[in-house]
């Protein structure tokens, strides 16, 4: 099975090589919030040679404060972004998850650092909750939900 996505103006269309549909997370951060201008980032954490993408895609590369090279990846017409990876994480890729063509079915039981939240904001009963960054664990867990 191959989950597909893309961005806003179709130029651009990914497939995902997963046997389901990923779980996803939240993340309520400042920086997300900027990034997506919206209250929340939502994605998913894929292996990196699980993504094909076709069309014309751009790299917006910066240094984060700790070092380590973002590379965000955006369709180069529309410039909705797409996926990052960070060279802190080599191999692993963070998916937007609203790109999903299933976007409408996405299961997030993980919300991440919840204490930047905008307070209007209610989070699920029973989801699982970090105020600043999720441990290594709760990672493994979203990946084995
Ligand atoms: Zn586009
Ligand atoms: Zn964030």
Not at 34 to 53: D, P, R
Request: glycine share 8%; with cysteine.
């Amino acid at each position: 099975m191959t989950i597909t996505g893309g961005c806003h103006c179709g130029a651009c269309r990914y497939t995902l090589a997963l046997g389901a549909l990923p779980k996803a997370y939240a993340c309520h951060c400042r920086t997300c919030q900027t990034w997506s201008g919206s209250a929340f980032s939502e994605q998913v954490l894929v292996m990196e040679s699980a993504i094909a993408v076709t069309g014309p895609v751009v790299d917006y590369v910066f240094q984060s404060p700790s070092g380590s090279q973002s590379h965000q990846r955006m369709c180069g017409v529309c410039h909705v972004r797409l996926y990052n990876t960070n060279t802190m994480r080599a191999g692993i890729a963070v998916v937007r998850a609203g790109s999903l063509d299933r976007s409408d079915e996405l299961d997030v039981p993980l919300h991440i650092w919840v204490k930047r939240k905008q307070p209007w904001v209610r989070l699920p009963e029973g989801a699982e909750s970090y105020e600043e960054a999720a441990p290594p664990e709760a990672i493994v867990r979203l990946f084995s939900r």
